[in-house]
């Protein structure tokens, strides 16, 4: 008899108690097993990932302080707009992203070197604008090379501004742009800070900070980033954006709604197929927030963007990677693309909370093993003989992983339901009627970090 095949199935459910004990463990955590529970019992958002004491700590770094003085620098620029003055020293968009340039860097020359920051550059017609003028698009990066450089996780959020709906065109008149996108840039450029200092040595993957240019004018920054990154023949294992995360009150509807107001929680938003990678990036990030953000709410949203709406993470989706959007709960359009988006109406406190659970998804997967490559689903040779119902996963190995688990979950479940633990092995005996049933398997590395989830087809 297979000693894997699961006749029994199984839940695992990880409760408050079992993570602070894991997070006590340390190292000792990856090995941890919560107690199964039999079919029925409620399945656990956190699909028994495992909090990293050296994460959460890096988490505690997050400073809404700077977060504030960095969204009032980038407002004071008056107007970020991709066609603004490049030559002045305090106004348009070439001072504020050397600005960016100059504090990234900063953070570099204070961990010796980490960062390795730069002006990624492409020249563009603007689609969207009368004449299809010629942009100098200037995305700013700040890599922290990991062990494989080969894979890269990439953290966005687009440094340019605009008041397009009065006119796209102009390029003169003040766009402070501070919820849209001064918050996302300020919670990435937080984000480069407390990385290196906390990881001067790197993840297992890359990181890219990326600041980007040109979102206003149709994702054209990260766009060209995405691709350059395919190009170079990386492997991206998310593309995330923060875009629009510093508003905390709705609007009014012209006096017809009440205000509402919501700094206790996030919209994720991640694109259909159910079953495909920016999917399953979303219920990591939803999962990773229950270990690492408990009193900040995720609140997933399984569509690509809002209605009619377009964010950086859509470049990356287009060419297969897992992507996503960070987004604030409670949106008011006077605060995007018009003179009305100002400072004061940001709240830097909900940006760093935010910033914070990007952190949890930055570091659990830049820690983590790739997930498994080409997971197939095959019937049970015996299974075809006596009709049942079984089914066997088959997977290549992944360098680095000790183990690995097989997920299950029913086609109209949110989330994983079962976890499966198939040890080191690359075939997992299977007695269920998959017809019903979407699966998937996952790398676990030596301290017990969890890749994305590789769904079978």
């Known amino acids: 008899m297979n000693p894997k095949r699961s006749m029994l199935p199984l839940v695992v459910l990880l409760t408050s108690a079992a993570v602070a004990g894991c997070a006590a463990r340390g190292a000792a955590a990856g090995a941890a097993r919560a107690e199964l529970s039999p079919r029925g019992a409620a399945a656990d958002v956190t699909m028994g990932l495992v909090r990293d004491p050296a994460l959460a700590a890096a988490l505690g770094e997050v400073d809404a302080g ?8 980038l407002v004071a620029f008056g107007t970020r707009h991709t066609l603004s003055d490049t030559v002045s020293a305090t ?25 390795r920051v730069e002006y990624d550059t492409a020249t563009v017609p603007l689609e969207r604008l009368p004449g299809r003028p ?17 894979r890269v996780v990439v953290i ?5 501004s605009c008041i397009c709906s009065l006119d796209r065109a102009d390029a003169a008149s003040d766009a402070p742009g501070a919820n849209d996108d001064a918050s996302g840039t300020a919670a990435v450029v937080e984000l480069a800070r407390v990385f290196s200092r906390r990881f001067p040595r790197g993840l297992h993957a890359t990181v890219v900070f990326a600041l980007y240019a040109g979102e206003e004018q149709g994702l ?23 875009d629009i995360v510093g508003n905390v009150l709705s609007g009014d509807s012209a006096g017809h709604d009440p205000v ?14 159910d079953n495909g990678p920016s999917r399953e990036l979303g219920r990591y990030v939803w999962a990773l927030a229950r270990l690492y953000t408990p009193d900040f709410t995720v609140v997933p949203v399984w569509r ?4 009619g709406r377009g964010g950086d993470h859509i470049p990356f989706q287009r060419l297969g990677d897992p992507a996503l959007r960070f987004s604030e709960r409670v949106e008011d359009w006077r605060r995007q693309h018009r003179p009305a988006d100002l400072f004061a109406s940001v709240n830097p406190g909900y940006i760093a909370r935010v910033a914070r659970l990007n952190a949890a998804a930055v570091g659990a997967l830049g820690l983590a093993p790739p997930p498994p490559d080409s997971v ?7 299974e075809r003989v006596r009709g049942g119902q079984g089914w066997t996963l088959r997977w290549q190995a992944v360098p680095g992983a000790t183990g690995y688990e097989v997920l299950l979950r029913r086609t109209s479940a949110p989330t994983w339901e079962r976890v499966l633990p198939a040890g080191p092995a690359t075939s997992y005996d299977l007695a269920e009627q998959l017809d019903d049933l979407w699966a998937g398997v996952r790398s676990v590395g030596p301290d017990g970090q969890r890749s994305l989830v590789a769904g079978a087809p």
Request: proline share 2%.
């Open 66 to 73: 700077r977060i504030r003085a960095t969204d009032s620098t």
């Open 91 to 115: 106004r348009g968009i070439g001072a504020a992203r050397r600005w960016l340039h100059a504090t990234l860097a900063g953070y570099a020359r204070d961990c010796g070197g980490c960062l």
């Open 134 to 150: 010629a942009a100098h698009l200037v995305n700013v990066l700040a890599w922290l090379p990991g062990r494989d450089t080969a």
């Open 156 to 160: 966005g959020g687009h440094y340019d």
């Open 220 to 242: 054209l920054g990260s766009t060209h980033l995405a691709r350059r990154l395919h190009a170079e023949g990386r492997t991206v294992v998310a593309g995330m954006t923060d």
């Open 260 to 273: 509402r107001a919501d700094s206790t929680s996030v919209r994720i938003f991640a694109a259909d197929p």
């Open 304 to 307: 690509l963007d809002r209605l």
């Open 376 to 382: 197939r689903a095959e019937r049970a040779t015996l």
